[in-house]
């Protein structure tokens, strides 16, 4: 099946610094990425639709200048969480959805992220 | 708008017996319905996936049902393994073909060998 991966698996970093997560469709094309976070024992919530060659589109309550989000290519989708704090400390996972099979959307394997 | 919700946040099952995880929407206009299985520290993994116009579909081991007059559908595994110990989660768009999708909160199986 189709493979997306997410990069790095895990980063730790100090309060007020930025962290980029890089999500790879690694062998299909995709036009739009979704970023998810996770807090521990919770669902998944939808945070931002990645759009290749246009602007992200945010979920209500979601600050697009705190988590920027690129979509450069066909392949690649970037989320930055900028000025991180200790409760931006989350599971963040994307996922690619693939148009040119069967419309399903696969997931990465996530990224922790601890922010002391 | 749409909403999902799971009847049991966890579930302990014996090894080989069958486990029915159960979901609820709120949407009548739903007509795609995905199950999701995923372990710790791992992002979700597709299972199986229903349309609206079934009301049942079996896959390797695991079938989903599908109720649209109650708005319902469960996840049946059949003869649980310890490698099914998990958490499941229904997943359904919320409209219009944006790709979104509405995750409900979750069911951990546990499975006691």
């Known amino acids: 099946g189709a493979v997306v991966s997410q990069h790095p698996s895990w980063v730790i970093c100090k309060s007020g610094t930025s962290v980029k997560i890089e999500c790879r469709s690694l062998?299909?094309?995709?036009?739009?990425m979704f970023w998810y976070r996770q807090f521990p024992k919770q669902s998944l919530m939808l945070m931002a639709t990645?759009?290749?060659?246009?602007?992200?589109?945010?979920e209500q309550g979601v600050e697009k200048d705190k988590f920027l989000i690129n979509h450069a290519s066909l392949t690649l989708s970037t989320l930055t969480v900028t000025s991180a704090h200790p409760e931006d400390s989350s599971f963040y996972i994307c996922?690619?959805?693939?148009?040119?099979?069967?419309?399903?959307?696969?997931f990465g394997p996530g990224t922790r992220l601890t922010v002391l | 708008g749409e909403s999902v919700g799971l009847h049991l946040p966890t579930l302990s099952v014996q090894e080989g017996d069958n486990s029915i995880i159960n979901c609820a929407y709120s949407?009548?206009?739903?007509?795609?319905f995905i199950w999701y299985k995923q372990e710790s520290g791992k992002g979700p993994q597709f299972i199986i996936d229903?349309?609206?116009?079934?009301d049942k579909r079996q896959g390797q081991r695991v079938t989903v049902l599908l109720n649209k007059t109650v708005k319902h559908l469960s996840l049946q595994i059949a003869a649980t393994q310890p490698g099914d110990s998990a958490v499941y989660f229904c997943?359904?768009?919320?409209?219009?073909?944006?790709?979104?999708?509405?995750f409900g909160q979750g069911t951990t199986l546990q499975v006691k060998p």
């Open positions: 996922s690619a959805r693939d148009l040119g099979h069967t419309d399903t959307q696969y």
């Open positions: 062998d299909f094309q995709a036009t739009t």
């Open positions: 990645s759009n290749e060659g246009s602007k992200a589109t945010y």
């Open positions: 949407n009548s206009a739903s007509d795609y």
């Open positions: 229903i349309r609206s116009n079934m």
């Open positions: 997943a359904v768009p919320p409209g219009s073909n944006t790709g979104k999708l509405i």
